[in-house]
């Protein structure tokens, strides 16, 4: 099974592809039977999550805070 860091990188990866894709042929919001099919909100919910995958992937690094006390 794959851990956090993997799966995450797998998701953002995938979002990522699928936005290339659809940048390279765009397809226009239409309505069928009375529903809507909005390409352009995909691509902003496919951008959320690539963002969403970037922050989690910035929490998993370690990190080091350094500080100074005075007295």
């Known amino acids: 099974m794959l851990n956090d860091r993997a799966q995450i990188e797998c998701i953002r990866g995938l979002a990522l592809a699928q936005l290339v894709e659809l940048r390279a042929s765009p397809k226009p919001t239409y309505k069928i039977d009375g529903q809507t099919v909005?390409?352009?909100?995909?691509?902003?919910s496919l951008e959320a999550t690539v963002d969403w995958c970037d922050r989690k992937l910035i929490g998993l690094d370690p990190f080091e805070i350094r500080?100074?006390?005075?007295?």
Do not use: A, V
């Open 67 to 71: 500080s100074q006390g005075y007295t």
């Open 38 to 44: 909005s390409w352009e909100s995909y691509i902003r």
